[in-house]
Nanobody, 123 residues
């Protein structure tokens, strides 16, 4: 059974930093593309960042480029999202997702999802 478990969310002040992690089990981690998405109340789930199987291809949404960094450790079956210079508009539930082929920004193309972790940025 495939499981993705996010951790590291919390409350942070404007301009602060936070790192969220997602650890996978039940799949051959190094064969999967990984993505981070977020969903704020009343809004659709949106793409944040994605990383290919060995990290050669990385993409970010325009809203987080230059502030967030996605990385992965295939030995630990874990993907990270380092978030710096956080803004109130970054407040959302953050989800990691995995798929063996998708490199898309479209969340519908990802096969496996975690349960999400809340990130709240206060002003």
């Amino acid at each position: 059974q495939v499981q993705l478990v996010e951790s590291g969310g919390g409350l942070v002040q404007l301009g602060g930093s936070l790192r969220v992690s997602c650890t996978a089990s039940g799949l051959t981690f190094r064969r999967y593309n990984l993505g981070w998405f977020r969903q704020a109340p009343g809004k659709e789930r949106e793409f944040v960042a994605a990383i290919s199987e060995f990290g050669r291809t990385i993409r970010y949404s325009d809203s987080v480029k230059g502030r967030f960094t996605i990385s992965r450790d295939n030995a630990k079956n874990t993907v990270y999202l380092q978030m710096n210079s956080l803004k109130p508009e970054d407040t959302a539930v953050y989800y990691c997702a995995a798929d063996p082929s998708s490199r898309s920004n479209d969340p519908r193309t990802y096969e496996y999802w975690g349960q999400g972790t809340q990130v709240t940025v206060s002003s």
